[in-house]
């Protein structure tokens, strides 16, 4: 039996081929692009945003995208978030609090005994890619007064649709949206303000 032997330039060359036609994964991120500050820079009081949770459908490396009406997902083994969901949600959130209030975003180890903090839970009950349709996000939220912060422990509830075009990009840009719409209704109760469902927005009560 005659034996083929390849030689290494030609082997190198179709190893390379494959290599060039396995699609490449793409990363997105949800901190979105820079916006200015909303408020000015203040010194007395500080938040604490602690780690997400998240559904375990959507804990996955690749964006999954629902089906409306339907309880089959898809897994976009291509398209992938740029860490992992829990943690991108939580630092798109206090990027936008921050930037909202104008305070920082601390461990409640770091923060000075004398500064007034706000410690601050999120649970995403839905976070849903319908493909050219929605991103939907629905979210409860807790504030809790720490360090002699002034104000009353509560819990809030809101659901949030954005319309999305076709591909990827826009839909996890609705997502940066829903997030940022999300980071506004807790400014807004921190601040005392009354929170207003805009366009979207469906608020679930606050207790």
Known sequence: MKRLFIPAFLALALAAAGCASAPQSRYYSLMGTDKPASAAARTDFAISLSAVDIPEQVDRPQIVLSREGDAQVTLLNESQWAAPLADEIRNALSHDL??????????????????????????????ESIYGRHAVLEATWRQEPRQGASGPATV?????????????????????????????????????????AGQGVTLKGCA
């Open 156 to 196: 809030c509830r809101a659901q949030i649709n954005v319309p999305v075009q076709e591909g990827v990009s826009a839909l996890v840009a609705g997502h940066q949206q829903a997030l940022d719409l999300l980071a506004g209704l807790m400014a807004d109760k921190l601040s005392g303000r009354a929170l207003q």
């Open 98 to 127: 921050s930037r909202r209030l104008g305070v920082l975003d601390v461990s409640p180890r770091a923060a000075p005994e004398a500064l007034p903090l706000w410690a601050l839970g999120v649970t995403v009950q839905r976070f």
